[in-house]
């Protein structure tokens, strides 16, 4: 079975950077289409960005020119990075792997955006 881990969240201040990482564990499985979705207190999860195994991605409007998405779902490995943070980009992110109609979700990293 495979299961997808996160990393790299953290606590930075506004106008600050951090870089999330997602790989996979266990069984070797090929994605379709992968991303990074989160979820704020109280607030619906929601998608940030995608990246497909064609490299086509695609970005939340509240985060485009902000943060990148990079990475190979084929290879099962997606990376955020994220610039000019904000206080309202506080959440916890999830990684999302897509294969054959099934989603795979990581347990999450926190993110707080705070001075």
């Excluded at 201040?13 to 951090?18: A, D, E, F, I």
């Excluded at 499985?29 to 929601?46: D, I």
């Amino acid at each position: 079975q495979v299961q997808l881990v996160e990393s790299g969240g953290g606590l930075v201040q506004p106008g600050g950077s951090l870089r999330l990482s997602c790989v996979a564990s266990g069984s070797t499985v090929t994605f379709s289409v992968m991303g990074w979705y989160r979820q704020a207190p109280e607030k619906l999860r929601e998608m940030v960005a995608t990246i497909t195994t064609r490299s086509s991605t695609n970005y939340a409007g509240s985060v485009k020119g902000r943060f990148t998405i990079s990475g190979d779902p084929a290879k099962n490995t997606v990376y955020l990075q994220m610039n000019s943070l904000k206080p309202e980009d506080t959440a916890v992110y999830y990684c999302k792997g897509q294969v054959y109609g099934v989603d795979v979700w990581g347990k999450g990293t926190l993110v707080t955006v705070s001075s």
